[in-house]
């Protein structure tokens, strides 16, 4: 039998160690207590949008994006199986940005329709509904894997440095600074710190059953393949076409085949029936001090 971290002290576990182990796990959040998205508004006043607005990411790279709240934003396949690192912030605000572990916490490891990307304290609101997702069908795999995780943070130059000693510039962390500097005017350190843990579109990951490690292969995504999303506030977004390509084998390298992702932004004729901009967190924010 193989060694895990977990035998290092383990030796001497305690006379019901085994009870312990298979008392019933308790969900954390329970959703049923959010206000859940009208996928068929949405769905209706996606049905006579216009196309307003197309950025192509070239691979290996990023670029912004906006949205107005009430639109809709795709980010497609093209050309070949590619995953995307995506970053949102308030379009008016930059200081709001997305949360992906507590975006994790209430909808669990991967995102698809009818879930929603959260915004980070104090502001924890809705920024965007996934209304659709041509790869909802994948489900779970057998090793655990699933599509559009919020487990995975963004492929990085300073982890690579740490694990190959080399200088590689166009992970997803150093694309997405590039991106919102060159869309803002900030300098790349300014820019930097707004960078944040990513949705990975269209990547297939899960963690390993036997030592819980984060893993990927490669992506079921398709050229056509898209998923989409409904702005429930203005936005900024930045994509970036990660330098793992389908992320079958490597990351942070030029090693991979790459492709561009296209971003397409759509105008209803009418907003959603019922829906109205999410307000910011109801908490006042006293921290028992008040
Ligand atoms: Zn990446």
């Known amino acids: 039998m193989s060694q895990s971290k977990w035998d290092i002290d383990g030796a001497n576990p305690p006379p019901d160690a085994e009870t312990r182990r298979l008392l019933k796990p308790v969900i954390c959040y329970p959703v049923e207590g959010l206000q859940q998205p009208d996928l068929a508004a949405y769905g209706a006043a996606r049905a006579g949008a216009v196309k307003v607005n197309e950025i192509l990411m070239p691979a290996r790279d990023a670029r912004c994006f906006r949205v107005s709240a009430g639109n809709y ?4 396949s093209v050309q070949g199986p590619q995953v995307g690192d995506l970053n949102l912030w308030n379009g008016q605000d ?33 920024m965007a509904t996934i209304t659709a997702d041509t790869l909802n069908w994948y489900g779970k795999d057998t ?12 492929c990085d130059p300073y982890t690579n440095n740490l694990l190959s000693g080399g200088q590689y510039h ?9 991106a919102l500097a060159d869309e803002t005017g900030m300098k790349l350190s300014e820019a930097e710190a707004h960078v944040h843990d990513v949705l990975n579109v269209f990547m297939c990951t899960g963690f390993t059953r036997d030592t819980g ?11 056509g393949d898209y998923i989409e999303f409904f702005a429930e506030i ?11 390509g389908d992320c079958s084998s490597v ?11 296209l971003v397409e932004v759509f105008q209803p ?14 908490y006042d924010q006293t921290h028992g001090r008040g």
């Open 213 to 223: 490690q984060y893993f990927m292969k490669a992506s079921p995504v398709r050229p």
């Open 143 to 154: 090793f655990g894997g699933s599509v559009h995780d919020v487990i995975g943070t963004r």
């Open 234 to 244: 203005d936005l900024l977004g930045a994509l970036s076409a990660c330098p793992g």
């Open 251 to 261: 990351h942070s390298s030029d090693e991979a085949a790459c492709y561009p992702l």
């Open 269 to 282: 004729v009418n907003p959603p029936r019922g829906w109205s901009e999410p307000k910011l967190n109801g």
């Open 170 to 178: 166009h992970c997803c962390h150093s694309n997405l600074t590039r």
């Open 94 to 126: 930059i200081s709001e940005r997305f949360y992906s572990g507590k975006s994790r916490a209430l909808h669990g490891t991967h995102l698809t329709t009818g879930d929603r990307m959260w915004s980070g304290f104090p502001h924890l609101r809705p």
């Open 73 to 76: 934003f795709r980010i497609s």
